[in-house]
């Protein structure tokens, strides 16, 4: 081989290795790392609620956390988008949302649930319509005309599932079955504006609803069951792609060994849930699905 050769061999091959060098630094290592979760009954109670899983994150990956208390469902996905947060609890909706916006998002775990009021054991829940017990409102044929809740827009549960698998039954869409269509800003929200008269009737998650009952706030007797969803996979935790494999390694561990301790098992028992498990992006598709439907009736 000539010496040029050899030389533009060697050459190529020095490239490539700073070329590899310099996108191994490009990966995000932060001495801090953020946390958010989109707002749920959870979140508007202690953050000291967050403790175990905070504390078993920094045991994790040796860094500082910390929790940014968001306002809604995009304001999640906007400071993941933003690079703001790096580790976020979606709902499923909003997760495809943010991932058609930046692909390089990755989902690692959600919660496997245990079985509640509602709720229904598993990585699992579903969409549920409810009326007040005493509203006379029991069935399909007695909800054309009334007032229902929404809980927020990019809400999988509280807006995607009503729009896209609930038209199907009534063989309308909501604004023209209803007299009047209201987002209330939160599954508990909706939960309690039905007891509350605020609305006839709203779409919530089931393990929502079992923890406004849990809370005290309503009993399970309170309330009309009308209408159930197919099962939807858990809120996904996701992390930013931008941060380096080995730190989401240490990531995805602390969160799928969290029930490995006593304060990890107190943290899940808070939130009702029995361990962390492992999901991946195609778990998702089913939203996707949904969300594709709904975005063709537009």
């Not at 029991?138 to 807006?159: C, F, M, Q, R």
């Not at 909501?174 to 929200?189: I, K, M, N, P, W």
């Not at 995805?252 to 301790?261: I, M, V, Y």
Request: glycine share 8%.
């Amino acid at each position: 081989m000539k010496l040029t050769t050899l030389f533009q061999t060697a050459l190529a091959g020095t490239l490539v290795a700073i070329a590899g060098a310099a996108s191994a630094e490009e990966c995000k290592n932060p001495d801090v790392l953020r946390f958010s979760m989109i707002p749920t009954e959870e979140t508007t109670q202690e953050l000291a609620l967050y403790e175990p899983m905070v504390n078993q994150l920094k045991a994790a990956t040796g860094k500082n956390i910390e929790f940014y208390l968001p306002t809604s469902y995009a304001s999640v996905v906007e400071a993941m988008l933003g690079g703001f947060v790096d580790i976020g609890m979606h709902g499923p909706y909003s997760y495809v949302i943010a991932q058609e916006k930046d692909p390089s998002l990755q989902v690692f775990a959600t919660y496997a649930k245990h079985k509640g009021h509602f709720q229904e054991e598993g990585p699992g829940y579903k969409a549920v319509l409810v009326s007040r017990s005493d509203s006379g409102i029991e069935k399909i044929e007695d909800i054309e005309g009334k007032v229902v809740g929404l809980t927020d827009p990019a809400s999988t549960s509280g807006n995607l599932l009503p729009r896209v698998s609930f038209t199907k039954v009534i063989g309308q869409d909501l604004e023209d079955h209803f007299s009047r269509v209201v987002y209330t800003g939160g599954h508990d929200l909706s939960a309690i504006a039905v007891l509350e008269g605020q609305v006839d009737i709203a779409f919530v998650a089931t393990h929502r609803l079992d923890n406004v009952i849990d809370r005290g706030l309503a009993k399970m007797e309170d309330y009309n069951l009308i209408w159930s969803s197919p099962v939807i996979p858990q809120d996904p935790f996701v992390v930013s792609g931008q941060l380096c494999d080995e730190l989401v390694g240490q990531i995805t561990e602390a969160f799928l060994t969290l029930g490995d301790n006593e304060e990890g098992q107190e943290y899940l028992k808070n939130v009702n849930a029995s361990r962390f498990v492992a999901m991946s992006d195609d778990d998702y598709n089913i939203i996707r699905d949904l969300k594709a439907a709904k975005d063709a009736k537009k």
